[in-house]
């Protein structure tokens, strides 16, 4: 068995460091938010990691449901603690933006750059076929139900669900992607392991002995509540930088996914320079699955326990790059390889989405 060294010191020094910075406030004073920005962002990486070592130590499926679920906190915390905050920013459209901009960045921005590197260095790169259609069928089912549905229901007005109808998709997305996790984790594995891994046996590290998975245990705690401080914290000064570019709103959302997809898209990144695209896609889709499964149920909890509405449904721009990208992203992957056009057409639809999103 291979030997891996699972307690990283920067991911123990940098939540030790945010918490002795929050609390430093009252004696130090003002704390300029270009340091909490660095501290959120290494602590959120720090979470991460830790949440990867209790999820191997654990197993599947338990494993990756809590790795899922130590993201979604995170992601849940930086949404509330704008959505709360409000201030001059109109938050009721904030975690629609921050879910549209997570499938988006990975749809087109993380696919396409995993399939354009890998591309690049190996020319054609491989791939279950059958995992890949699960996960895409998945994720069309949840994104029609989470955003696109809202916009043609006649209960409100406005592209919103009322609390009975929001309650209710909450809980569909929320099956759909538990039941994803165990045919993912249980029942068909297979399908989500590359070509080559069925050809060779596979040679994995030591799983984490008790003491590091406990050590990790209490860091990911550490790291996932500094994180909401820190959220909670930087919340006014992301509004005031957002006001004062006279950048749209939707921004912020592209802030909090970028935030938050940090870890996993550069781990798919390196999957795919190192030739395992399965990899990569399984990550890139995961979390796709696990931004909404998981994220819309938390944020409708959050909505109907504390009154603040929430706008789900997406604009008709918005669904003809969702459309796009979906349609693109089915066809690229329909064959079970991809080559270097399919990476670029997928980065270009990325950056029409920015663009677009910048400048409307």
């Known amino acids: 068995m291979k030997e891996k060294l699972y307690l990283l010191l920067w991911t123990i020094l940098i939540p030790i460091l945010a918490w ?14 270009i340091v909490f920005s660095f501290l959120l962002i290494g ?56 879910v549209f901009a997570e499938v988006m960045i990975i749809l087109t921005g993380i696919i396409g750059l995993c399939i354009l590197v890998g591309a690049t260095k190996y020319k054609e790169q491989t791939f279950t076929l059958q995992g890949v259609s699960t996960a895409l069928i998945t994720l069309t089912a949840i994104l029609a139900f989470a955003l696109i549905l809202p916009n043609y229901t006649t209960s409100v007005k406005q592209p919103e669900y009322n609390s009975t109808q929001l309650i209710f998709i909450a809980l569909v997305c929320f099956i759909l992607y538990i039941t994803f996790i165990m045919i993912q984790s249980i029942r068909h594995r297979a399908y989500f392991l590359s070509p080559k891994a069925k050809e060779n046996e596979v040679i994995l590290p030591d799983k984490p002995t008790i003491k590091v998975t406990l050590i990790s245990t209490l860091f990911l705690f550490l790291c996932l509540g ?78 109907i326990a504390t009154g603040v509405r929430i ?47 910048v400048f409307p």
């Open 43 to 98: 602590s959120v990486l720090a979470a991460v990691h830790h949440a990867e070592v209790i999820a191997y130590r654990v197993g599947e499926p338990l494993g990756s449901f809590l790795l899922a679920l130590a993201i979604t906190i995170i992601e849940v915390a930086l949404i509330v603690s704008l959505m709360l905050t409000g201030g001059e920013l109109e938050t009721k459209t904030l975690a629609r933006d921050t």
């Open 226 to 303: 500094i994180v909401v401080l820190l959220a909670k914290s930087l919340a006014p000064d992301i509004e005031k930088t957002v006001l004062k570019i006279g950048a749209p709103k939707a921004v912020v959302g592209v802030i909090i996914a970028g935030v938050v997809l940090l870890p996993e898209g550069y781990a798919a990144y390196r999957a795919a320079k190192k030739n395992q695209l399965q990899t990569s896609l399984n990550l890139a889709l995961g979390s796709a699955l696990a931004s909404i499964g998981l994220t819309i149920p938390a944020v409708a909890i959050v909505s």
């Open 20 to 33: 002795i910075a929050y609390f430093s406030i009252s004696v130090v004073g003002v704390i300029p938010p």
């Open 311 to 357: 706008t789900l449904g997406i604009d008709l721009k918005a669904m003809t790059l969702l459309l796009l990208a979906q349609f693109i992203i089915i066809l690229s992957l329909a064959t079970g390889r991809t080559n270097i056009l399919q990476g670029i057409v997928l980065l270009m639809i990325f950056f029409v989405y920015l663009f677009m999103t």
